[in-house]
């Protein structure tokens, strides 16, 4: 958030972990008349998993325990409602700033578990919780945010049986990060894309599903966003404004997905 910033700005850094072979690998510009015009990564075509808009408003899911979905190893939803890919994309295209945002996921039906992170050009933040019906939000009281994979909310740890270890010690140091004092460059917050596992956050588990399939570092003041098709370490981080093509000289992107196992203890379960 600004008063975390050296330069006054707010950012939101984010790393997307799945399988290439369900990603949709898409990054989209969608300028649709009466919304507003936003940038980010698709999910199923039509959905999105996180962006930027023209107002400077900007979301990222991640999931809260294991997904929801049909896809092997997720589980069916519990509740009828909207999946994240919705949810993300119509808050992008109706929002223009987190209170607006937080409203209209208060008004929706939502079936999918998940940690919402949703912050805007003002310097605002929230984190919005799901799970099995259940709706938390969590105005930000820090100078800073954070989102992985396991509930954040008491009222959702005491549903979930369990937590990813994986999923603490990614958020363990991202709070390492930013809970010291002191103001953070821009690089220092990029580096942590830069890393891998379990120094940063991007990771190469490509053949069990849970390697970086997009990286992104938002900057909602000046509405642009630096991106890389899979892991930052291993493919080039591109540029780009929001509502801006971005315009490549060749019909395609070659991207490397280098895979490293990580071993059995990746995928240990703690208590939550």
Same mark, same amino acid.
């Given at each position: ?6 330069? =006054? ?11 290439? +072979? @369900? ?9 649709? /008349? ?35 979905? #049909?896809? *092997? ?22 929002? /223009? ?13 939502? %079936? ?16 919005? =919780?799901?799970?099995?019906?259940? #709706? /938390?939000?969590?105005? +930000? ?14 009222? @959702? ?37 830069? #890393? ?35 892991? *930052? ?9 929001? %509502?801006?093509?971005?315009? #490549? ?20 379960? @703690?208590?939550?």
């Amino acid at each position: 958030m600004p008063g975390k910033m050296a330069d =006054g700005k707010t950012y939101v850094i984010r790393n997307y972990d799945l399988s290439p +072979a @369900i990603s949709d690998m898409r990054l989209c510009t969608t300028v649709v /008349e009466g919304k507003y015009i936003h940038t980010g990564f698709s999910v199923s075509t039509f959905g999105r998993s996180e962006g930027l808009n023209e107002k400077g408003l900007c979301v990222a899911y991640a999931s809260c325990g294991m997904p929801i979905g #049909k896809y *092997p190893g997720m589980r069916p939803p519990v509740v009828p409602g909207l999946q994240f890919m919705v949810i993300v994309r119509a808050l992008l295209e109706n929002c /223009e700033n987190v209170e607006e945002a937080i409203n209209m996921v208060n008004n929706m039906p939502v %079936g999918t578990n998940m940690n919402l992170l949703i912050a805007d050009a003002n310097g605002a933040a929230a984190l919005i =919780g799901t799970y099995d019906g259940i #709706k /938390e939000v969590k105005r +930000a009281e820090l100078d800073y945010l954070i989102a992985t994979n396991h509930g954040l909310f008491s009222s @959702i740890q005491k549903m979930e049986p369990g937590k990813l270890e994986h999923s603490q010690l990614r958020y363990d140091i991202l709070e390492g990060k930013f809970s010291e004092s002191g103001k953070r460059s821009v690089e220092e917050i990029q580096e942590l894309l830069l #890393k891998e596992f379990p120094k940063g956050l991007s990771v190469h588990n490509y053949n069990e599903s849970f390697g970086t399939v997009h990286s992104i570092l938002f900057n909602l003041t000046d509405l642009q966003l630096e991106f890389s098709f899979g892991s *930052p370490i291993q493919n080039q981080v591109n540029k780009i404004d929001v %509502g801006e093509n971005f315009v #490549k000289t060749s019909t395609s992107t070659p991207i490397e997905f280098n895979n490293k196992s990580y071993g059995t203890q990746f995928w240990k379960i @703690i208590k939550s």
